[in-house]
């Protein structure tokens, strides 16, 4: 990365705050890409045998994998890499979005707006029961990723509200792999990404703690 391509003391505010607005802008432009391009394969008879099955587990896996891009960010800080925090907010509510058209699809496009199948899907398979548990953890998250929620909620209410993502991440790599069923390496692979995010969190919390109790 060249000098000009970073923030510096220097730089006047208003052009950084314009920088970082271009930049979150471009982010969403080509977040939501791939769903706009899976729309068209589907709308063009492009997706295979069994269409509605790929369009859904397409839209699936990107909240999932936005979901994990939401995770890195502080991992990847903490370790030196490219400071993405201004933009968290940005891959998160990619994610919600994914997570929406994913569930609006099986809802709408899937079955029909039969919601009395719908109801016996979600009691009686355990993937699509916790499909719908991410789904209702993402809610309030997206609700309240704007500044007016966070001076609402405050600070600190705010930020444990949004550590429920890491359940929500968990709830979708799980969906994940018991969709697939057949047990291939992918969604395994995305679960034990998830489960190494988290274990990333939890270990300097222990830390802390251990801290606290050594100067207590």
Known sequence: MTDAAQPTAAAPPRRLASRWNYVRTAIYWLGILPAVWT???????????????????????WALRFLIVTLAVTPLRRLGGPNLLRYRRAF???AFSYAFLH???????????DWGAILRDILKRPYITIGMAAFAVLVPLAITSNNAMIRRLGGEAWARLHKWVYAAAGLA???????VKSWPAEPLIYAAIVAGLLAF????????????????
């Open 39 to 61: 729309f068209y394969l589907g709308v063009t008879d492009q997706l295979g045998t069994d269409p509605m099955k790929v369009l859904e587990r397409t839209l699936g896996l």
């Open 92 to 94: 998160g509510l990619l």
């Open 103 to 113: 569930l609006t699809t099986y809802i709408a496009l899937d079955q029909g707006f």
């Open 173 to 179: 790599a799980i969906h994940f792999v018991l969709v």
């Open 201 to 216: 969190r939890l270990v300097p919390q222990r830390r802390k703690q251990r801290a606290r109790r050594a100067t207590a």
